[in-house]
């Protein structure tokens, strides 16, 4: 079981995908993550790298739906995401099989210039990608720029990904990746 705060962690995650707020993950939110996505990085609708996200994210949602989809309603509902969690980050070999994957493929779309590490501007388009403010994004790149030279590197992403998912330190900044987290 997870702890009540990785719970809290997931459940971050799961407001992230749930765009319209009715309580369970469909596809119509995975349509609306990536227009948001789309908005934040100025691609047009059907251009190349839109196509490439929006394949991608229905894929995941193909793998997360064909595993934490319980009851066969193609949704979502938070405790089946709890539950799949509660698999997918059990322990170090859990994660990597299973949440690791996403991150090769995801740092380039958000390393827009490609130099291996995250600018505020690169950074503040992630975070308003997942619905953050602008406020939000400003508290937030100082707390995960660990060594505080102005910079989120490739690996100090990594870390704070690493730990947002696995860490059950209450007062470690790597709880704020998705979200400030209250
Ligand atoms: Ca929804
Ligand atoms: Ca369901
Ligand atoms: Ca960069
Ligand atoms: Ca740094």
């Known amino acids: 079981m997870l702890s009540e705060f990785r719970k809290k962690k997931v459940k971050r995650i799961f407001e992230f995908y749930d765009v319209n707020r009715n309580g369970v993950i469909e596809t119509s939110d995975i349509d ?13 609708k059907g251009s190349e790298t839109d196509v490439t996200f929006r394949a991608g994210f229905h894929a995941l949602w193909s793998g997360l739906i064909t595993a934490a989809d319980v009851n066969k309603d193609n949704k979502v509902s938070l405790e089946e995401f709890y539950a799949n969690y509660d698999v997918t980050i059990k322990d170090y070999e859990a994660f990597h099989q299973y949440i690791y994957p996403f991150f090769p493929g995801f ?4 390393d827009t210039d490609g130099d291996h590490d995250l600018s505020f501007e690169e950074f503040s388009r992630f975070y308003r990608g997942f619905r953050n403010t602008d406020a939000d994004a400003t508290a937030a790149f100082p707390l995960l720029d660990f060594d505080s030279n102005g910079i989120i590197t490739r690996d100090e992403f ?8 696995m860490s059950e330190d209450e007062a470690h900044p790597s709880k704020h990746f998705f979200g400030i987290l209250k």
């Open 32 to 44: 609306g993550i990536c227009d948001t996505f789309c908005h934040e990085y100025g691609w047009a």
């Open 107 to 110: 740092f380039p779309v958000l």
């Open 158 to 165: 990594f870390l704070a990904f690493y730990l947002f998912h």
